[in-house]
């Protein structure tokens, strides 16, 4: 069984209401505009499942993690976060979680951008998804993915999408991602705008500063899953839209090494060497794939 459809069948099984928890679940996707690359799946599905039971079913959330794998300090992330995300949200996906619930049952004051949106003007339509990649896009993604399928590394394959203001890094960034998890694989999406040095900082600069934090970006995430890496990692150091550092939070891990890695910025990951760990870059522009490493 998949994580997600374990972590509905246990919430369902101890109380939860099907009805409430169908309309959260289908929430999240408009909750998580802006946040998607800061966000770990895994803790956001587990956290809309499980954050409406009663406190003793809760109690029986440690052992369940457990019992699938996850880390000792994951699971411990998410007993917090279950205890305050409907009051008290601290982290992304408490964010999210927290204003899906508010959307849903009309209690709480939502703090994500579509969330503060849809709660002042309660007649907008939610953004529609990405539709589905068909036809030339979907031969295009397919053939990217059989490119980087054929770079056989003993770490998670680390990939980078480059490209100008709108340009459409994020869009395939997203496309490759999700279609690499419907050909049965994992992916981890990363984003520089979630590797940005605080204002108080960058005015310390003045003008001209740096903006992103390159350094942070591959020793929090690029060297952790990179040759000889930890694989505890961070998607996140600092959230622009609630000025929030994300810095204590434990940093996130995975099981296995068969796991594609995502990242979007404008500027060529190249430039950030360090260590002897390098992202590499290519253009979004079909059809030259993005370069792995």
């Known amino acids: 069984m998949r994580e997600d459809d374990h972590f509905v069948a246990t919430a369902l099984q101890h109380g939860a209401d099907a009805d409430v928890l169908q309309r959260v679940l ?4 408009a909750m998580s505009i802006g946040y998607e ?4 799946p895994e ?8 954050a409406d039971l009663t406190a003793e079913a809760r109690s029986g959330v440690p052992a369940g993690l457990a019992a699938i794998g996850w880390y000792g300090e994951d699971i411990q992330e998410a007993v917090e976060a279950l205890s305050r995300v409907r009051t008290d949200p601290r982290t992304p996906e408490e964010w999210v979680v927290h204003d899906a619930y508010a959307i849903v049952t009309g209690v709480g004051r939502c703090v994500t951008p579509w969330g503060v949106h849809l709660q002042t003007h309660p007649d907008a339509y939610p953004p529609r998804p990405n539709p589905t990649a068909a036809g030339d896009r979907l031969v295009m993604l397919d053939a990217i993915l059989n490119r980087i399928a ?8 680390r990939v980078a999408v480059d490209g100008g203001t709108a340009a459409g890094k994020t869009s395939l960034a997203q496309e490759l991602a999700g279609r690499h998890v ?4 994992a992916a981890i ?12 900082e960058r005015a310390r600069q003045g ?3 740096r903006v992103f934090d390159s350094h942070s970006l591959i020793k929090e995430l690029l060297q952790p899953l990179g040759p000889g890496g930890s694989r505890r990692y961070r998607v996140a150091t600092y959230d622009s839209w609630m000025g929030r550092s994300l810095r204590e939070r434990p940093p996130f891990g995975h099981r296995t090494r068969q796991w594609l890695l995502l990242t979007a910025r404008s500027s060529p990951l190249t430039h950030c060497s ?4 390098s992202g590499y870059s290519s253009r979004s522009t079909p059809p030259w794939p993005p370069n792995a490493t």
Request: charged residues 25%.
């Open 274 to 277: 360090h260590g002897g760990t």
């Open 43 to 50: 803790l956001l599905r587990a956290l809309a499942c499980f």
């Open 207 to 209: 003008f001209g500063g």
């Open 182 to 185: 419907e050909r049965g694989g």
């Open 189 to 200: 999406r990363a984003s520089f705008d979630f590797f940005k040095i605080p204002p108080q």
């Open 37 to 40: 690359p800061a966000l770990r």
């Open 150 to 157: 054929g770079v056989r590394r003993d770490h998670p394959m």
């Open 26 to 29: 289908d929430q999240l996707p």
